[in-house]
């Protein structure tokens, strides 16, 4: 398999490649997943519950990254 340069795939940069396809199947599931999610509890659940749950983990997040950068 040719890397995107059109030179030869060595060993390393094609398990590289195939890793980070996969990283990216993951996050496309994921974020379908998320969506769906989001969706079905638009309809279900009391909007201002959702809205505030949805501040909370946003800070939640925003705190843990400052706190423990990745």
Same mark, same amino acid.
């Given at each position: 398999m040719p890397e995107a340069s059109g030179g030869p795939c060595t060993a390393a940069a094609c398990k590289s490649s195939r890793r980070r396809k996969k990283g990216a199947e993951d996050q496309a599931l994921g974020r379908s997943r998320g969506g769906l999610l989001g969706a079905?509890? $638009?309809?279900?659940v009391n909007e201002t519950l959702l809205r505030i749950a949805i501040v909370c983990i946003g /800070?939640? /997040?925003t705190i843990a /990254?400052? $706190?423990?950068? $990745?």
């Amino acid at each position: 398999m040719p890397e995107a340069s059109g030179g030869p795939c060595t060993a390393a940069a094609c398990k590289s490649s195939r890793r980070r396809k996969k990283g990216a199947e993951d996050q496309a599931l994921g974020r379908s997943r998320g969506g769906l999610l989001g969706a079905w509890a $638009v309809h279900r659940v009391n909007e201002t519950l959702l809205r505030i749950a949805i501040v909370c983990i946003g /800070l939640a /997040l925003t705190i843990a /990254l400052f $706190v423990k950068p $990745v």
